[in-house]
């Protein structure tokens, strides 16, 4: 009877090895297709990201928002500026992540594929149009600033370089709660929290200009008068 328990034993595990042997007989040609995969993805993310690095040095980039002051808030984050890598850098990680999704297929992980790709779609493609928008406000935001510290001087107001500070305030303010609104994090809250702060500072300006601009005012519409006289 032992002798008996003994082969039957032996028989399953033997059935078991079997299997297990083919399984991985039959996996490795896919295991092995996957790592081509992955290495081919890894030579076009590459390629493609040191295009794209070089297209955004030729367009000077940087020097633009080093002139918008991005240049020197990176500094302080301990990083140099590089825009034409950082660029070339999301788009290089965005395409390994196609190719290794890929890869997951070949194997047979169709149901990691899908969750995995839902989660990408939905983050990567909205993390780009953030980072658009951030690089659009550093530089519509310091525009901004000299423009009007530039008028206000002009204008013979007081404290120009305050305003010009309180207007790229305002457009990064702005740009930021789009980023926020990207990813849909509370767009209702993050649109009332905007509309007031927008009203704020317009109570603020127009009591500031109420109380102490007075003469102020008055420069001004003596100027935009005698203009059109």
């Given at each position: 009877?032992?002798?008996?328990?003994?082969?039957?034993?032996?028989?399953y595990?033997?059935?078991?090895?079997?299997?297990?042997?083919?399984?991985?007989?039959s996996l490795?040609p896919k295991?092995?297709?996957a790592?081509?995969?992955?290495?081919?993805?890894?030579?076009?993310a590459?390629?493609?990201a040191?295009?794209?690095?070089?297209i955004?040095?030729?367009?000077?980039v940087?020097?633009?928002l080093k002139?918008?002051?991005?240049?020197?808030?990176?500094g302080r984050?301990?990083?140099e500026?590089?825009?034409?890598?950082?660029?070339g850098?999301l788009?290089?990680?965005f395409?390994?992540i196609?190719?290794?999704?890929?890869?997951?297929?070949v194997v047979g992980?169709?149901?990691?594929?899908?969750?995995?790709?839902?989660?990408?779609?939905?983050i990567?493609?909205?993390?780009?149009?953030?980072?658009?928008?951030?690089?659009?406000?550093?530089?519509i935001?310091?525009?901004?600033?000299?423009?009007?510290?530039?008028?206000?001087?002009?204008?013979g107001?007081?404290?120009?370089?305050f305003?010009?500070?309180?207007t790229?305030?305002?457009?990064?303010?702005?740009?930021?709660?789009?980023?926020?609104i990207?990813?849909q994090i509370g767009?209702?809250?993050?649109?009332?929290?905007?509309?007031?702060?927008?009203?704020?500072?317009?109570?603020?300006?127009?009591?500031?200009?109420?109380?102490?601009?007075?003469?102020?005012?008055?420069?001004?519409?003596?100027?935009?008068?005698?203009?059109f006289e």
């Amino acid at each position: 009877m032992d002798t008996t328990i003994i082969q039957t034993s032996g028989a399953y595990l033997g059935t078991a090895f079997q299997n297990v042997s083919n399984q991985i007989v039959s996996l490795l040609p896919k295991v092995l297709l996957a790592v081509v995969i992955l290495l081919a993805g890894w030579v076009v993310a590459a390629t493609i990201a040191e295009v794209i690095s070089r297209i955004v040095k030729s367009l000077k980039v940087d020097a633009a928002l080093k002139s918008a002051g991005v240049g020197e808030l990176v500094g302080r984050a301990g990083y140099e500026l590089d825009s034409g890598s950082f660029l070339g850098g999301l788009v290089k990680i965005f395409i390994i992540i196609i190719f290794f999704l890929t890869s997951l297929e070949v194997v047979g992980l169709s149901q990691v594929t899908v969750l995995l790709g839902n989660l990408v779609m939905q983050i990567l493609p909205n993390l780009l149009v953030v980072v658009v928008l951030i690089f659009a406000a550093a530089i519509i935001a310091e525009a901004a600033r000299k423009f009007v510290a530039a008028t206000a001087k002009a204008s013979g107001v007081p404290s120009a370089g305050f305003l010009g500070q309180m207007t790229k305030a305002a457009i990064w303010l702005f740009a930021i709660l789009l980023s926020l609104i990207q990813f849909q994090i509370g767009a209702t809250t993050l649109n009332t929290i905007f509309l007031g702060v927008v009203v704020a500072l317009s109570l603020a300006f127009g009591l500031a200009f109420g109380l102490g601009g007075k003469d102020v005012a008055g420069k001004l519409l003596d100027k935009w008068v005698s203009r059109f006289e």
